[in-house]
């Protein structure tokens, strides 16, 4: 049972990282973005660096370090402003660490139960965020997929799909998603939230009015 690496033919393709907080962000607008407008979105995982807390201020720290302070003290206040905008809770936003068995469970969800991917990455990005959730953890992992699917309607095989996933994470499964992270990058993707349409690479939710723009065939006034 193989799941494929490949980006399909969707109109817009959006990569997040669980563990990067301005993905979180983008999660339900992007969301909204596609209902609203009928769009098809494919959805992918890619690994970035995890956002880094602001320095703790110095006797001596020169200018650099201050700036350097000061922007990861404003990016989080960003944050935390459009987190509560959105009534989305973010316990720790310089957490770090590994996320493979969650990337893993997302392809096997987007190849196999596509109409449940949303509410499976809705799910996993609040629990993640929540700190109820361990995206190294495929035995988590694998709960979730069973919370929200069973194969064959109620069993397959006498195996949920949570076990299914487990059998082709422990297989194939490494190989598939080194293959997608190559692909990202050879496409330009190196941060997330990006957006990929008609061969362009846009990081940040703020790009959503361009993108519409482009896909409602670059008409009317470009909106810069």
């Known amino acids: 049972m193989s799941v494929q690496a490949g980006m399909t033919d969707a109109e817009l393709t959006i990569v997040l990282d669980i563990r990067y907080p301005q993905a979180f962000l983008a ?9 609203e407008h009928g769009v098809l979105v494919d959805w992918l995982p ?19 370090v201050r ?7 404003q990016i989080a206040r960003e944050i935390e402003v459009y987190a509560e905008a959105q009534g989305l809770v973010l316990r720790d936003l310089y957490r770090a660490g590994d996320s493979s068995a969650f990337e893993l469970g997302w392809l096997w969800m987007r190849h196999h139960h596509r109409q449940q991917l949303e509410d499976f990455l ?5 629990a993640y965020w929540a700190i109820e959730f361990d995206p190294t953890n495929a035995s988590e992992v694998a709960i979730l997929i069973d919370s929200l699917v069973v194969v064959g309607g109620d ?10 996933f487990r059998a082709w994470a422990q297989s194939e499964g490494v190989a ?9 990058r050879a ?37 810069i």
Do not use: T
């Open 122 to 126: 809705c799910e996993a990005f609040r």
């Open 27 to 35: 999660l339900q607008p992007a969301m909204n973005f596609s209902k």
């Open 67 to 73: 700036h350097r302070r000061f922007r990861a003290e």
């Open 176 to 184: 598939v998603l080194e293959g997608l992270a190559e692909a990202l």
């Open 155 to 164: 069993r397959a095989g006498g195996r949920l799909g949570g076990e299914l």
């Open 187 to 223: 496409e330009g993707v190196f941060g997330v939230p990006s957006y990929l349409v008609e061969g362009e690479v846009f990081l940040g939710r703020q790009h959503l009015p361009m993108i519409e723009w482009i896909l409602a065939g670059r008409r009317g006034r470009v909106p």
């Open 46 to 64: 890619h690994s970035v660096s995890s956002l880094k807390a602001p320095e703790q201020p110095g006797v001596e720290e020169d200018r650099g």
